[in-house]
């Protein structure tokens, strides 16, 4: 069990490991003893993600000095796959192709539709000419006032009249044409808030792991995108018309950096909605199940409010990293679900100014009043809080 557990945080001070020596088997017996009772949440079978080279055949995409785009984005979109299959036990990667070949934009999205795919990547590289625009972003379908966000969706849309039948095979859209995107400012994407949850890993990555610009992400009508039925991005790796960006996106290191990077973004997107899936807000009632010991001053009498990001009827484990880096996380075990807290405040106020931070990343934050490692009604910490303080 991760010593984190009873340290303090915020105001509080810290405590000494021989008082966790004392706690902490308690707690574990307690624990087994709740798990061998919980009836155990069905995980996932298997994930399908289909990543998708952009272009590709007759269709080379954006084109640079040196290099086509759809022979820099198809290495790392196998790269990609094979490190997702290494990273994720569970998974089936298929990918809309791995040679060098034409793949229609409708075909692409069925493909993914028709293996009940649950993310759909496209990958491709960007091109503005005559500006010297560098850096990543990454799509997720949806409207766009912003010029230039609309640009690139028409230049990636484009493709579709390489079809021959393409104005009765989609639907009278027009790719070149803004009227058709019209059609677009009325449709709900309601995958947008996962689609935009991956996009935002995604862009993390690129910044933070392999330092590229971070261009953010953005929201546009991309026929791939509005055809899959799940949530789906289209990121673009990085801008073929830029002179070191084209060297970049040719190197072997530069791919290999960004399929590390799209992987790492996958795989804790996934193990993020794993975790959630045995994950509610239900707001605390029942009476805590755990009585702690009562050598502990810090668990003993005193009040704290704490902001509850997750509950659970399996126990997460906590270590850096897990819920999307909070610092400090508390595990209270209520009847037979376990609760996980952030910050401690005595103050009430604090919490609440602490949950507006929070809720950022868990829009379902709550704040909780806790006493003896038990939760208590907020009003009646609220209440005996004001009575001690007359
Ligand atoms: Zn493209």
Redesign the pocket.
């Given at each position: 069990m991760d010593k984190k557990l009873f340290t303090m945080t915020k105001k509080g001070k810290h405590r000494t490991n021989n008082i966790n020596i004392v706690i902490l088997p308690v707690i574990v017996l307690i624990i087994l003893f709740i798990s061998a009772y919980t009836p155990d949440i069905p995980v996932k079978e298997k994930w399908v993600i289909v990543i998708d080279p952009?272009?590709g055949g007759r269709d080379p995409?954006?084109t640079g000095s040196f290099s086509y785009?759809k022979n820099v984005?198809l290495p790392v979109a196998l790269k990609m796959g094979e490190y997702l299959e290494q990273g994720i036990n569970n998974v089936k990667v298929i990918y809309t192709r791995k040679s060098d070949i034409y793949v229609d934009l409708n075909e692409r999205a069925e493909i993914a539709n028709r293996n009940k795919a649950d993310l759909f990547i496209s990958i491709?590289?960007n091109l503005i000419q005559g500006r010297n625009a560098y850096g990543a972003e990454t799509y997720v379908m949806g409207h766009t006032k912003d010029d230039q966000n609309l640009e690139v969706a028409m230049?990636?849309n484009a493709v579709i009249t390489l079809d021959k039948n393409y104005s009765t095979n989609y639907e009278g859209f027009d790719p070149n044409s803004p009227e058709s995107y019209i059609m677009f400012t009325l449709m709900q994407n309601a995958f947008a808030e996962q689609s935009t949850d991956l996009a935002a890993r995604m862009q993390n990555e690129y910044k933070n792991r392999i330092k590229r610009y971070d261009r953010g992400v953005k929201q546009a009508p991309f026929w791939v995108l509005w055809k899959t039925t799940m949530p789906s991005v289209l990121t673009e790796i990085g801008f073929i018309s830029h002179v070191n960006e084209e060297k970049y996106l040719n190197s072997k290191a530069g791919q290999d950096s960004l399929a590390v990077a799209l992987f790492r973004a996958c795989r804790d997107y996934v193990a993020d909605i794993e975790r959630k899936s045995s994950v509610s807000t239900v707001k605390p009632a029942e009476p805590a199940a755990v009585v702690p010991s009562e050598t502990d001053p810090d668990i003993t009498g005193k009040t704290f409010f704490m902001v509850q990001i997750a509950t659970s009827s399996k126990k997460i484990e906590i270590k850096p990293g897990s819920f999307k880096n909070l610092g400090e996380i508390t595990e209270i075990i209520t009847g037979n679900r376990y609760r996980y807290a952030t910050g401690k405040f005595e103050d009430y106020s604090k919490a609440v100014a602490y949950r507006k931070e929070v809720e950022r990343i868990y829009a379902d934050a709550f704040v909780i009043a806790v006493k003896n490692n038990k939760i208590l009604p907020l009003q009646e910490a609220l209440d005996s809080n004001k009575s001690k303080s007359k």
């Open positions: 952009g272009h995409g954006a785009e984005v491709h590289a230049k990636e």
